[in-house]
């Protein structure tokens, strides 16, 4: 255990993981999230910086819960977030649909390639192999 000073109210705790906020800051934290999609649910409409106004969040803070996929907004609702790869604007997380799939086919085939190199190698490993004796 790790021992930090809370970002928010700089008292002492200690760390275990996540940000680094003391654990009643995190309780505080965690009621205005709840605050936040109450509001959300009631006016959908509203943007971001409403949003951020009327419940007296930071809207980082807003940002950082839609990248976390904690909030997600409808498609009649006017915000949205950009993908972080493309650009594309999209209502929740941080990669538009068509980036995800894009980056799980090319994890899927580096690790298909991986495969085959270590099945090539471990083959090569189980081979018989003989000295050869040298007669003088």
């Known amino acids: ?5 809370c970002t ?3 008292r002492l705790f200690n760390y275990l993981s ?8 995190k309780d505080k934290l965690e009621e205005k999230f709840l605050e936040v999609k109450l509001y959300i649910q009631e006016n ?9 106004k009327a419940n ?10 839609i990248r976390e996929e904690r909030l997600a907004f409808s498609d009649e609702s006017g915000i949205g977030i950009d993908c972080e790869s493309c650009g594309k604007t999209i209502k929740t997380g941080r990669l538009c649909q068509a ?6 086919n090319n994890v899927s085939t580096m690790y298909k390639t991986n495969e085959s190199i270590v099945e090539k190698r471990h083959k090569e490993a189980a081979k018989m192999r ?7």
């Open 130 to 136: 003989f000295l050869d004796k040298q007669d003088k």
């Open 8 to 10: 928010q109210c700089k």
């Open 44 to 52: 959908p409409h509203d943007g971001i910086s409403e949003v951020a």
């Open 99 to 104: 980036c995800k799939d894009k980056l799980l």
């Open 56 to 65: 007296e969040v930071q809207t980082s803070q807003i940002r950082r819960w």
């Open 1 to 5: 255990m790790e021992v930090k000073v």
């Open 18 to 25: 996540g940000p680094p906020i003391c654990p009643s800051c």
